[in-house]
């Protein structure tokens, strides 16, 4: 399973405004919702595990935050929504729950059962370890230019 297959152009939001992670959470899944992705339901057990089992990743410049859930959480087709938080959303680090940190970029992955969500895990760790291209997402000028860098990194194709 590629990466690629997972994301959709209209799965691309960036926030110029200040937010919580409720909110952005709740932003990136509604595009998943409005895609037939998921379900309602799923943002809320997103939400809940990330209180449980925090995503920021503090991975230099632009920090990163990977929320995601068990599929079985009313995931309808696997997809992954991307946001970039120009002025940063507090998550609390995945390595030290107790600190928080300000996350620039988010994936939201709504994974498939099985297996896959490993290997595409994997591939966004990949993905966010080069801060270059991590800082191109940061810095572009709508979702087009976000989709460029994505397709120059993991050959996304654009879905209908």
Aim: proline share 4%.
């Amino acid at each position: 399973m590629s990466l690629s297959e997972y994301i959709g152009k209209d799965h691309i939001r960036i926030f110029e405004e200040s937010l919580d992670q409720r909110e952005l959470l709740r932003q990136l899944g509604d595009a998943l919702i409005r895609t037939g992705a998921a379900r309602e339901e799923y943002i809320d057990a997103v939400c809940k595990r990330e209180q449980d089992y925090p995503t920021g990743l503090q991975t230099g410049e632009v920090n990163v935050a990977i929320p995601h859930a068990d599929p079985e959480h009313h995931v309808l087709k696997p997809a992954i929504a991307i946001g970039v938080a120009r002025r940063g959303v507090p998550f609390r680090n995945m390595a030290d729950p107790a600190t928080e940190i300000s996350v620039q970029v988010v994936f939201l992955i709504a994974p498939e059962k099985g297996g896959t969500q490993l290997a595409i895990l994997e591939q966004i760790m990949q993905l966010i370890q080069d801060q270059a291209n991590m800082r191109k997402m940061m810095n572009a000028q709508g979702t087009d230019e976000v989709w460029s860098v994505l397709a120059q990194l993991v050959q996304v194709e654009e879905k209908s």
